[in-house]
């Protein structure tokens, strides 16, 4: 699982070293946003492994007070865990005017490099598990 989710984010650093096109002279094209979003949760291994350690664990627990335990854990959680990406989502659509040009270039460059770091982390972690 590290291996692929580690293919898929140097994929995504990739991504992040091409030409960025201005939106007059862009195709009109349907970003994939939501599906590259979607693809990298699933191949992320530490979801996976939060659910089967301390997740399933802690749901456990709050299902032996009771369904009410369980069901406000899980509300809770989910509700901090999407509300801090939306928190993400709105603070950076709020931002994107002062991004323009070179500067933004430059910021998913910077970013491009941090994924490939991210990806080679994966990519390690997954060798150390074959091995």
């Known amino acids: 699982m590290s291996i692929a989710g580690g293919a898929f984010v140097l994929y995504l650093a990739w991504d992040g070293f091409r030409p960025?096109?201005?939106?007059?002279?862009?195709p009109a094209e349907q970003p994939r946003s939501w599906f590259k979003g979607i693809l990298t949760n699933l191949l992320?291994?530490?979801?996976?492994?939060?659910?089967?350690?301390?997740g399933a664990a802690t749901l456990a627990k709050a299902m032996a007070q009771g369904w009410?335990?369980?069901a406000a854990f899980?509300?809770?959680f989910y509700l901090l865990l999407v509300g801090s990406k939306v928190l993400v989502v709105l603070l950076a659509a709020r931002s994107r005017d002062l991004l323009a040009g070179r500067p933004y270039r430059v910021v998913m460059r910077?970013?491009?490099?941090?994924?490939?770091f991210f990806a080679l982390l994966l990519f390690r972690e997954g060798w150390k598990h074959l091995g």
């Open 20 to 26: 960025v096109r201005v939106a007059a002279e862009a």
């Open 44 to 54: 992320n291994p530490h979801p996976w492994l939060f659910w089967l350690t301390v």
């Open 68 to 70: 009410l335990a369980a």
């Open 74 to 76: 899980l509300c809770g």
């Open 110 to 116: 910077v970013l491009a490099v941090l994924l490939a």
